[in-house]
């Protein structure tokens, strides 16, 4: 029914795709899919947070995208990146087709997202899946780097982010090696991320770890646990992130913190723990979003109120 309703739309509007570039060239998405797109695309619409860190970490601006996760705007970690008026066209794994429509890109890039979606899209404009989820941030970064032909845009990035992970393992110093709980709070209760999760890859470029009870492979985090098993949720240091600064998960984490169990923790007692932005530390993220997590580091291991770490 919604193929056909939008496909109707379509030939009722006499739609093309307006190609801003004077050629051509094939690329392929994170499954092989081959797609023509414009050499130079101008009218780009990413429906991801990573799509859009990403675009705009290669210096592009989309003129469309969806909010950020769990958000009712862009994500807010990328406010201060964004150098352009950018339309929001529905949310994550829910565009709004007309919107995009109106917005006549001539290139789409998307998260993994149902078939009739993507192909409703691909009506539209060139359509480019261009992560699957779990994949490490670099991979995808330099997948769609090829899409948008900005490979050197890439490489100085990189070369970047390289130096300032150099610097934040200064900053870090002593504590190198030290392990990070990363803790994800929802109306049901907290639960850690995976040893695959994209704040465990930017730990991990850091010289830090996570702890060894929360080396479950994959990318995701566990089920939510009871307050008999909130030790899982211990480490040398930290962090608590909600996707929103408000709401029930709020409220819930806020309780907890009042409980006997949650103030057990030696990372709770010592002072060695922090609240983050869950779409940061919880989520799919990317380059900017690697670097931010890289601040976030630094100022929890340099906490003033901190108990120096005392090993058996």
Do not use: C
């Amino acid at each position: 029914m919604l193929l056909k309703r939008f496909l109707s739309v379509l030939a009722l509007l006499s739609f093309v795709s307006t190609v801003h570039a004077t050629s051509l060239r094939t690329v392929e998405d994170v499954y092989g899919k081959k797609v023509t797109i414009p050499n130079s695309p101008q009218r780009i619409i990413t429906l991801s947070e990573i799509d859009l860190d990403i675009a705009l970490a290669l210096g592009v601006t989309p003129v469309g995208t969806v909010n950020g996760r769990g958000q009712q705007s862009l994500p807010r970690y990328l406010e201060s990146a964004i150098g352009g008026d950018i339309e929001i066209v529905g949310d994550l794994n829910r565009p709004n087709l007309e919107k995009i429509l109106e917005l006549e890109p001539d290139l789409i890039l998307t998260t993994p997202n149902r078939p009739e979606v993507i192909e409703l899209l691909g009506e539209i404009a060139p359509t480019i899946v261009t992560f699957q989820r779990g994949e490490p941030w670099k991979e995808t970064f330099d997948r769609t780097a090829q899409i948008l032909n900005r490979q050197q845009a890439a490489k100085d990035f990189m070369a970047q982010y390289q130096s300032a992970a150099q610097q934040a393992k200064q900053a870090i110093g002593d504590k190198l090696g030290q392990t990070i709980s990363v803790v994800r709070w929802n109306p049901k209760g907290p639960a850690y991320m995976f040893r695959d999760s994209f704040a465990s890859q930017v730990i991990d470029d850091l010289g830090m770890k996570r702890p060894d009870y929360q080396q479950d492979p994959g990318h995701t985090h566990s089920l939510s646990l009871s307050l008999e098993a909130l030790e899982l949720l211990d480490g040398d240091w930290m962090v608590v992130g909600t996707l929103s600064t408000i709401g029930e998960a709020v409220d819930a984490m806020k309780q907890a913190e009042a409980t006997p169990a949650f103030q057990q923790l030696s990372a709770i007692q010592s002072g060695r723990y922090a609240a983050v932005d869950g779409s940061l530390w919880t989520s799919v993220g990317g380059p900017l979003a690697a670097l931010k997590v890289m601040e976030d580091i630094v100022q929890l291991v340099s906490q003033p109120g901190a108990e120096p770490l005392v090993k058996n």
